[in-house]
């Protein structure tokens, strides 16, 4: 009789079980066995029947840190958790919690409460967070009188709203009678700067807030504790270049990259949805334009963050130059005493200051704005050159020790000289056999559904379709019996559909069930895959209905937004909902999982 015989397991959850202990060690098996027996002992004194977890007891809430997060790439999160492992270390009791796990009956009991929130583009809030913040926005919010709190917002400064949603919730934490702690940290792209000091000071507070607990606090893990991987953001891999391919046709106008990078020997583990992390270097006649616009010489020495290194130094390997930022926009306004540039700031000229940020470089402003800059001043002014995260185009559990990745080169001209964006031009310039500085960014939010009999549809544009690749690579591997539907657009049907060979043969295989494309400017009216999506209403409806998943990855600013609104419509249309009952299903499916996106 064999071991499976024995086990309680339903037949076809037996396979998922051995698939989850794969590869564990002795610790993380003893990690697990412990969790899944807290479960048994939890649920057989729990009520038959009740799936509603209990409400925190008032004195328990009174002595623990709760730590909301929410977290579109992962940053958030990784922040979040730093900070409940140094509560932890304190002895004191911390739980951190994912926006869309929270339970918001608990908010009126919270004593402490910090909050760590992305923005996303045009002051949206992520993913993971939006019932949160519409809940914290709406009549049904408490009042919150005995709270103390604190934010620590993320955003981009190179948008015109940075860091809205952080501020959005402090306004009304505090309106809803909370008390501020300490200051909204607001923390651009260089993150730590503005981050570590306000994780610091966090901790300070939370001992004094909780120093009337008992000095040595249990806390109960939700997840095993894992050891920092050798190879991470600060410490990042070196991976050679394996493959470096152009797969657009002669006739686009864009120029799009299959690249392959070997892992090897690195120990590096990442799962479909997820992204890998780029450090790049700037193009050397980008950082020999801007010393000449600024008269500047390249060896001169600057000391910065307890570093001195060159200025050539600093502008190729510490600082960004490809993206304008709103803090720098504002000191070369003041340098240069241009009315025009501070007019640019003022809130009337928000969607001028934001188209033109979409289309100038640090440079563009040098060089049509003149003002004067010493070395250090510059080092000191510009944003800390940031990691760019790309969405991984392949399953490891079938190409091993690679890693592989589409990238647009961005490669233009604005009034006759050449632009480029800093990581696509570092990556398209690779040679096979050099190396390229990377690290994995886990994006747990985007994976595929444990349960492999599910459908998911995947709406992927141009380099969207990355992250789609891999699914069908592992949904392939793993012998998923879910259908697998893609809608894919680009401009043109011969000379951008990324990876035509592989979807036809996928289709063939069966490995891909349907495939609905939208070439916009092959016919007089463009088509793009909304409408593509709204013509199949009706099948996404059911599938939908029926279970399916649905992943959108790609644009942010537009195609994203016009997709949600084309579901809108088509929950509106089949599902004979009001357009708000229609949000509020959408909204569900994004609490669920089942409704996932990895835009940019």
């Known amino acids: 009789m ?3 015989t024995l086990s309680p397991l339903p037949e076809d959850k037996q396979p998922l079980v051995a698939r989850l202990v ?14 899944v027996a807290g479960m048994a002992a939890q649920r057989q004194t729990s009520v038959k029947g009740a799936a509603v977890e209990p409400i925190a007891p008032a004195a328990e809430v009174q002595a623990r840190l709760t730590v909301v997060y929410g977290s579109q790439t992962g940053n958030a999160k990784r922040l979040a958790e730093d900070l409940g492992r140094r509560v932890t270390a304190a002895g004191l009791a911390v739980r951190v ?5 929270y339970p918001v009956r608990e908010l009126k009991q919270e004593r402490l409460l910090y909050v760590v929130i ?7 809030p992520p993913d993971d967070a939006r019932a949160l913040v519409e809940f914290l926005g709406s009549a049904r919010a408490p009042k919150l009188e005995d709270l103390r709190y604190a934010v620590l917002g993320l955003g981009d400064s190179s948008y015109p709203q940075f860091c809205a949603i952080g501020r959005q919730l402090d306004e009304r934490l505090t309106s809803l009678g909370a008390h501020r702690l300490f200051a909204t940290g607001e923390a651009d792209v260089d993150l730590e700067t503005v981050a570590q000091p306000w994780l610091e000071h966090a901790l300070q507070q939370a001992r004094e807030q909780l120093k009337t607990s008992a000095p040595s606090a249990k806390v109960t893990p939700l997840r095993t504790a894992r050891s920092s991987p050798i190879w991470h953001r600060e410490q990042p891999f070196a991976a050679p270049l394996l493959l470096n391919q152009r797969i ?9 990259r299959h690249l392959e990078l070997s892992l090897e020997g690195s120990g590096l583990r990442y799962a479909p949805g997820d992204a890998l992390g780029i450090w790049p270097t700037q193009s050397p006649p980008l950082v020999d334009a801007v010393l000449k616009a ?12 307890g570093e001195e290194h060159s200025l050539r130094m600093w502008l190729s390997e510490r600082r960004e130059l490809t993206q304008l930022t709103r803090p720098f926009f504002a000191a070369h306004a003041e340098r240069s005493g241009d009315d025009h540039l501070r007019e640019l700031l003022s809130p009337a000229s928000r969607d001028a200051l934001s188209h033109l940020f979409s289309r100038w470089q640090v440079l563009d402003l040098l060089q049509r704005h003149p003002a004067s800059w010493t070395a250090d001043s510059l080092v000191a002014a510009l944003r800390p050159l940031a ?11 079938v190409v091993g020790e690679e890693v592989h990745l589409t990238v647009s080169h961005v490669d233009y001209s604005l009034d006759g000289e050449a632009r480029w964006g800093a990581a696509s031009r570092y990556l398209a310039a690779r040679a096979e056999g050099e190396s390229a500085s990377v690290f994995i960014e886990a994006n747990e939010r985007f994976h595929l559904p444990s349960d492999n009999d599910r459908d998911i549809i995947m709406i992927g544009p141009g380099t969207g379709v990355a992250p789609f690749r891999a699914f069908v690579q592992e949904r392939a591997e793993r012998g998923a019996s879910g259908r697998n539907w893609l809608l894919f657009g680009n401009p043109h049907f011969y000379s951008d559909f990324l990876y035509q060979a592989e979807w036809q043969q996928a289709l063939k295989s ?13 016919q007089a009216d463009k088509i793009y895959v909304q409408h593509r999506l709204r013509e199949q209403g009706r099948r996404v409806y059911d599938w939908l209905e029926g279970g399916a998943h649905l992943y959108v990855c790609g644009d942010a600013s537009r195609m994203a937004r016009d997709v949600h609104k084309t579901l809108i419509a088509i929950v509106t249309e089949h599902g004979n909902r009001t357009t708000e009952d229609a949000e509020a299903w959408l909204n569900q499916l994004i609490q669920q999982g089942r409704y996932a996106r990895d835009v940019y």
């Open 387 to 397: 990691p760019r995260l790309y969405s991984i185009a392949s399953s490891q559990s």
């Open 2 to 4: 064999t071991a499976a």
């Open 22 to 35: 794969e590869g564990l060690d002795v610790d993380a098996l003893h990690w697990l066995s412990g969790y």
């Open 294 to 305: 600024l008269q500047l010489e390249g060896d001169a020495p600057v000391q910065a963050n």
């Open 248 to 256: 657009t046709g002669r006739g686009s106008d864009r120029d799009v």
């Open 118 to 124: 992305s923005t996303q583009g045009d002051a949206e």
């Open 97 to 101: 919690v994912r926006a869309d796990a």
């Open 510 to 522: 069966g490995q891909l069930h349907r495939l609905d494309l939208a070439f916009s400017r092959d």
